[in-house]
Structure formats: structure tokens, C-alpha cells
């Protein structure tokens, strides 16, 4: 068995790489010393990222000049972890621990401070502006009412996928582009669809390990899934069928991926094109990908360029489509903006 795993390991490599060729890399920027967190708003003009360094920072990625730096106190130990933009109102949310700020995206003045009982693990911000869903470290998830401050439902992701008695930590969340339903992945390998109507399960998508991340492409038609070091998934938010296994080795789709560590990755940053037809994925592996959708195809995967070799591994925390889908831009917890010419 040894001699026969020695040949195989090296040929599954092989199958992991594909076509790695690098695609031109068109600029580079340091937009901090390193971030915790960074986002991208839904027209791709600005950069909104959590800076260990400095206050969180909106960016017009225009210019590639800071817009507007945001911090609750004047203090060098506030520091901002979690970020997101609402889609359609000029209102951006940081977290500061057990604290949101919202400000104006237009004036850049504060909006509302809202300071909850525990510390704010993730969050995201309806498209109006109007709500927040918040992943607490109480292993639940509230779907809060910014205008009447009040939590309008809580979801819990309850232990039964993985056979436990006990709710499950809450990592990730996102609200759809309608503002009508909610994403919510857990610790219990569960990705769960909820009405943010009447509260209600609509979907729950079981997983190969912790879920920790979860998206809406922009039309509301399907829903991105991802566990650490498992796979990512398309599926169907019409029916909740699964639509795509996304692959980034060379394994032909036809065949079942084999239970082997090889074909595992962790994604941590994901982003659609504005019509829905394209994904593209980031990775801890330094790895960005390109995906045609629905289908789920790989279009294109390389590796990121390290400003220093000797620096540890550069996680991706935001990605997006740029120039008319033809370029995609990276953001990494190194402080690091790359683009992209990948076709």
C-alpha cells in the first residue's frame, strides 16, 4: 500500500493544480498594515475594510484614496472587526466588539450606535439599510430592527445534523439582495435559509464541516455555501436543490470526489458578477478562482503574489469583479490589493 500511495499522492497533486497559469496582474496597493475584515460594495466603486492598524476605512477605489475613516472614539484601542455596506442606502456598518457604528456613506457622519449584550461575531446590513443580522457569541443570530431598535426573530442552529443535544456556534450571515431572507452557517455543518418575515426554517444544507461562509448572488436565485477546509457549493434558492459542486482540482465533474484531503480547501471570500453568471472565490490558500455559473464550471485558478516571500500565507478576505467582469480585484488580510487581468 505504501509504494502504491506514493504514486497516487504526487497524480492528486497534480489533479489539485490544473491550470495554474498567473494571470497579468495589472496594479498592486497597500491599502493597510493588515486588516481583519473587508467588503466591497454591490457596484464595486468602494472598498470598506477593518484595519488592525487604524480606524475602518472606506475607500473610492476610483482613486484608490481613502473617502472616509470611521472610528467610535478617538481612541488608538477601538478597533473595528467586522464590516458591510447596504446595497441600496448610503449606510455602512463596523462592529467595534459588542458595538455597530452606522455611517453615512454620502457624509460620512454617524448614524446610530447600537450596543448589544454580547460580542458580534459577524454581521450583515439589508439592502434598505434597515435591519441588521448579527452572529452573537451565544450561538444565536438576531434579525434587528434598527428604526424601532428591537430584535424582531433569533435563529438557532440546533444540534441534530451532528448528532448533538446543544445549539451550535453561528459564523457566518447574509441578507438577500430582496431584503425578504436571510443565510445563516454554523459550527453544527449547517448552512440554513430563513424567512425574515415570519422567522421561519426554510432550508437547511448540510456540510462536511463548520460552515463559514454563505452569499446571495445579486438576482436571488441561488445561494453560495462553504465549509473550512470541505467543499463550496451552488444551489437553487427556488427549490433548494443542489445546482453545482464547486471544484477547483482538475477531478472530472462526472465522478464523485474522492474522501481524500486533497480535494478540500477553505474558501474565504466570495463575490458575483453583477448579472449572476460569474463567481469568483478566494482562498486561505492563497488561491483565486473564477467560476462560470450555473453550471459551476472552473474557469480560471492561480495563486496570489506575496509582497514578501517570507511573510506567512496571505488569506483572502474580499473579492470582486472589475472592468466590465474582465478583471477581478483581491483584498488579503495582509493589507494587500491586487488586480487582476484574468481574461
Known amino acids: 500500500m505504501q509504494s502504491i500511495s506514493r504514486f497516487i499522492l504526487p497524480g492528486l497533486l497534480l489533479l489539485l493544480s490544473g491550470c495554474e497559469g498567473q494571470p497579468q496582474q495589472t496594479y498592486q496597493w497597500q491599502h493597510s498594515d493588515g486588516s481583519y475584515a473587508a467588503t466591497f460594495s454591490a457596484d464595486g466603486q468602494f472598498l470598506l475594510s477593518a484595519d488592525v492598524d487604524a480606524a475602518a476605512r472606506l475607500w473610492n477605489l476610483q482613486n484608490n484614496q481613502v473617502k472616509y475613516s470611521w472610528q467610535s472614539q478617538q481612541q488608538e484601542t477601538v478597533r473595528s472587526t467586522s464590516v458591510a455596506l447596504a446595497k441600496s442606502s448610503p449606510v455602512a456598518a463596523t462592529v467595534e466588539f459588542d458595538t455597530v457604528m452606522l455611517w453615512n456613506t454620502q457624509s460620512g457622519m454617524p448614524e446610530n450606535r447600537l450596543t448589544f449584550p454580547l460580542r458580534i461575531k459577524s454581521l450583515d446590513i439589508s439592502p434598505d439599510g434597515r435591519f441588521l443580522l448579527l452572529a452573537l457569541a451565544d450561538s444565536t443570530a438576531v434579525y434587528f430592527d434598527i428604526t424601532a431598535n428591537q430584535v424582531r426573530h433569533v435563529f438557532e442552529h440546533d444540534g441534530a445534523a451532528v448528532d448533538s443535544p446543544v445549539k451550535h456556534p453561528i459564523n457566518t450571515v447574509a441578507i438577500s439582495p430582496d431584503g425578504k431572507t436571510a443565510l445563516t452557517g454554523g459550527d453544527d455543518r449547517t448552512a440554513r435559509l430563513w424567512d425574515l418575515q415570519n422567522g421561519e426554517q426554510l432550508q ?43 471544484r477547483s482540482s482538475a477531478w472530472p465533474k462526472s465522478m464523485p470526489i474522492p474522501d481524500f484531503p486533497v480535494f478540500t480547501t477553505t474558501t474565504t471570500a466570495v463575490n458575483f458578477s453583477q448579472d449572476g453568471m460569474l463567481l469568483v472565490t478566494g482562498h486561505a490558500a492563497e488561491r483565486l478562482c473564477v467560476w462560470q455559473l450555473p453550471q459551476g464550471d472552473k474557469l480560471r485558478c492561480w495563486k496570489v503574489t506575496r509582497q514578501n516571500p517570507l511573510n506567512p500565507g496571505m488569506v483572502i478576505q474580499a473579492v470582486s469583479f472589475v472592468a466590465n467582469d474582465s478583471a477581478v480585484l483581491s483584498i488579503a488580510g495582509t493589507g494587500e490589493a491586487q488586480q487582476w487581468q484574468w481574461r
Open 204 to 246: 437547511n444544507w448540510v456540510h462536511g464541516n463548520n460552515v463559514n461562509l454563505v452569499k446571495f448572488d445579486p438576482q436571488s436565485r441561488f445561494v453560495f455555501t462553504a465549509a473550512d477546509n470541505d467543499h463550496s457549493y451552488l444551489w437553487s434558492l427556488a427549490d433548494g436543490s443542489q445546482q453545482s459542486q464547486l
